[in-house]
């Protein structure tokens, strides 16, 4: 019996898609996904991306996603197609990333048979998806398609993967809209919306009370929506607390505030990480004390009396006791902490905490990013303190890949909004700079998005660099080439008695010929003469380019709190070898 | 019986964790049950025992009861992370509940080779009071039920017996918060 008011799988999801306001949706095809692919042969609202590899959807995906504050959609076919994804949903769970992956899977009746391309899909993404659905009956995928969305979204954003069989796909039923679906509060889990009062009595109460406060924040902050951000600072200019980011955080702050102590953690400044070690109270705003931030756990923070604002109860007292927290979002929490301030006309213009800053500017005086840039060699500071000087006056998106040129680009590029910097950071997902900027850049077709990479990691994901000419996205990638594995490198050095046992990348290809062979443009700087004129014509250029930026191969990343140890145990530089106690014992941690 | 009763542990490695049991209320769907074994192997919990049934046929409702070994944080932390299932409901600590109850079922097959056995073990069954559930000329099947720790009593009492052999099967523990 054909109905008018039934529809195949594969258009409703489509309609699903168009419902919830999808416009873009990065993919591969395959034998397990023709029919949708048909139904997006046939439709002008869906944007599609064809990706390189399927790596490069989801990461791109990602980019998206974090540029946009919108859920990312990808699309990729049975086994293959959806083990390529794998890396990239784990890093979108470990970094609270909203997206959607659709993905095909072999018929029904094949399930469980080792058909051709079948794998057991909703099995191995289970751990590294938020929530993930195989949906076997075609009326049940309307309502399974918008819960999606909503799961993916709502609380903790994550990943949601549907796993579509192929007969699913051409089977029919009716078509139910996002507003008929009525969603079960127990399964979206959207956090309290409730304020948290006496938290915020409480919170107010110690700000007064203390000499030595601190705001700690996290990308829970960035989740929480642009008005999270101005609520923050709102809430630092009146009451004058430091506050310093995790590496999520960057850009939720003003960096070059002069309340900004920058990142912490690390590779963190040295001012943040001595502020969270002597601090009398801590403020955390969306961070998860993560072992990048927090080193040796027994001596974090000792004295501070410690607040924490997070909508994933699970975040709450997991590697770090706190004495008040809160359940409830950060921006109803924020505005309710300004509130509350202003409505008891609580005054802070009195406090000022200045022994607390003339402490943090003794600090301050170490210039713990100081570098020294000599005539010929580029040092890989210099490059990104360049690159950010010719680019700071445009809306800039930043993605980076993971390792040394990582950590450069969040201690010297400074972000100014949220949402400009995009990074894989509790993964430290080697090549996903440049699919994620091929996302930020489909999100926002008019800024300039920089990827920010090592030469290593870029090649990893260097397939996408024909994405990027295809759709004519003008994405730069501004490569640091020491021709090593650098943070790989830097660990040898430090822990590791200098044996480079197989980090450095040797057989590099000629990134400008490269480029040129993709249709892309190829730029470089071999000395320090040429580095602004290459920044420059890589801004101009209205194309996809990769810019090849030799740099010091020796340099290393500093300051730098090495495993095992605690934030009052820095290295400042190079020169600063103190070797650290803990060396041993931080050789065999992560 | 209260759940607060120590169940003995056969680890003394675990002498800073504390028995826990967990009770969890789940959609019935599926996946639910490799989610939750999952998270527990995934974060490196224990699973001393693991019991699942559907309790609510309408509204499609599972109860979940996990025993659990670990200190209280990581009691809490599992809670925590359970929660953030998509299909859990709630998620409970039997203990930290002012009253609740629990129960667990054992069957176990005793197989003997003369009268002064099958006398000791019908004595033990006596004070146990198991319920026969079949006797042949050479073995007897018992159902023994209640908490945990009186089932390690009885089968810690047969063992005392020699020259029997004994085949079980235990439920895991149940537990009800009131």
Not at chain 1, 213 to 222: K, R
Not at chain 1, 410 to 431: C, D, E, H, V
Not at chain 2, 91 to 97: D, E, K, P, Q
């Amino acid at each position: 019996m054909n109905n008018e008011n039934e529809f195949t799988g594969a258009d409703i999801l489509l309609k699903a898609l168009k419902d919830q306001e999808v416009d873009t949706i990065f993919g591969y095809p395959g034998g397990a996904v023709l029919p949708i692919y048909d139904a997006i042969f046939g439709q002008n609202f869906l944007k599609h991306v064809l990706v390189r590899q399927e790596a490069g959807a989801v990461h791109a995906a990602e980019g998206y996603a974090r540029s946009s504050g919108k859920v990312g959609v990808l699309l990729v076919t049975s086994g293959p197609g959806v083990t390529n994804v794998v890396t990239g949903l784990t890093d979108a769970l470990m970094d609270s990333i909203p997206i959607v992956c659709i993905s095909g899977q072999v018929p029904s009746h094949l399930i469980g048979t080792d058909a051709f391309q079948e794998c057991d899909t909703t099995g191995i993404t289970r751990p590294c998806t938020k929530h993930n659905y195989l949906v076997k009956d075609v009326s049940k995928l309307s309502e399974t398609i918008h819960e999606a969305f909503k799961i993916a979204s709502s609380g903790r954003p994550g990943p949601v993967l549907i796993d579509i069989p192929k007969d699913v796909q051409f089977a029919k039923s009716k078509y139910i809209s996002k507003k008929d679906i009525s969603f079960r509060e127990h399964r979206i889990k959207a956090g309290s919306k409730n304020v948290d009062k006496n938290f915020v009595k409480e919170l107010v109460n110690h700000i007064k009370k203390s000499e030595r406060p601190i705001f700690y924040v996290g990308g829970g902050c960035l989740n929480s929506g642009h008005q999270a951000s101005q609520e923050l600072i709102k809430l630092v200019n009146k009451t004058n607390i430091p506050i310093t980011t995790t590496l999520h955080g960057l850009g939720c702050f003003p960096g070059e505030d002069k309340s900004s102590l920058g990142m912490l953690g690390m590779h963190g400044n040295y001012e943040a990480n001595l502020a969270m070690n002597k601090c009398d109270l801590m403020i955390n705003v969306g961070a998860r004390f993560d072992d990048r931030v927090t080193g040796r756990l027994d001596a974090f923070s000792p004295d501070s009396i410690k607040f924490h604002i997070d909508i994933d109860q699970s975040s709450i007292n997991k590697n770090v006791k706190v004495n008040f927290h809160t359940n409830t979002d950060i921006t109803i929490t924020l505005k309710e902490i300004n509130a509350f301030i202003d409505s008891n006309n609580i005054d802070f213009g009195d406090k000022d905490y200045d022994n607390w800053w003339g402490q943090i500017n003794e600090w301050r005086k170490k210039e713990c990013l100081h570098y020294e840039q000599g005539d010929e060699v580029i040092k890989p500071q210099h490059a990104i303190s360049r690159l950010y000087e010719l680019t700071k006056q445009k809306d800039t998106f930043v993605t980076t890949e993971v390792g040394q040129h990582q950590m450069w680009a969040a201690q010297y590029y400074k972000f100014s909004k949220p949402n400009r910097w995009i990074t894989s950071g509790g993964l430290g997902t080697m090549g996903f700079g440049m699919p994620a900027a091929v996302g930020a850049q489909m999100a926002n077709p008019d800024s300039l998005v920089i990827d920010i990479a090592g030469e290593a990691s870029f090649l990893m994901n260097i397939q996408e660099i024909a994405t990027a000419v295809q759709y004519k996205l003008p994405i730069k990638i501004f490569i640091l080439n020491n021709e090593y594995m650098g943070m790989v490198r830097q660990w040898q050095e430090l822990l590791h008695g200098s044996r480079y046992s197989e980090s450095y990348v040797d057989a590099l290809p000629d990134f400008k010929k490269l480029a040129e062979s993709f249709n892309a443009v190829g730029v470089r700087a071999k000395n320090i003469s040429e580095l602004d004129d290459t920044i420059n014509e890589m801004i101009s250029i209205d194309r996809p380019v990769i810019a090849d930026i030799w740099v010091d191969k020796k340099e290393n990343c500093f300051p730098m709190i090495p495993s095992g140890a605690a934030h009052h145990e820095m290295l400042l530089s190079k020169y600063d070898k103190e070797n650290p106690e803990n060396q041993e014992k931080g050789k065999v941690l992560v | 019986m209260s759940s607060t009763s120590v169940y003995p542990t056969p680890i003394n490695a675990f002498k800073q964790s504390k028995r826990s049991v967990l009770s969890v209320i789940v959609d019935n769907e599926p996946g639910i049950l490799a989610r939750i074994v999952g998270l527990f192997s995934g974060r490196g919990y224990n699973i001393e025992a693991l019991n699942v049934t559907v309790v609510d046929v309408k509204k499609n409702l599972s109860r979940i009861t996990i025993e659990t070994l670990g200190e209280e944080k990581v009691i809490s932390q599992i809670i925590a992370q359970l929660e953030k299932l998509v299909p859990v409901h709630s998620a409970t600590n039997l203990a930290n509940l002012s009253e609740s109850y629990e129960a667990e079922i054992c069957l176990v097959k005793i197989e003997f080779e003369n009268e002064e056995q099958d006398q000791k073990i019908l004595n033990f069954a006596d004070i146990y009071r198991s319920r026969t559930v079949q006797k042949r000329q050479n073995f007897v099947v018992y159902e023994i039920s209640g908490i945990s720790e009186r089932i390690n009593k009885f089968l810690d009492d047969l063992d005392t017996i020699g020259g029997i052999k004994v085949e079980l099967v235990r439920s895991g523990p149940i537990g009800l918060g009131i």
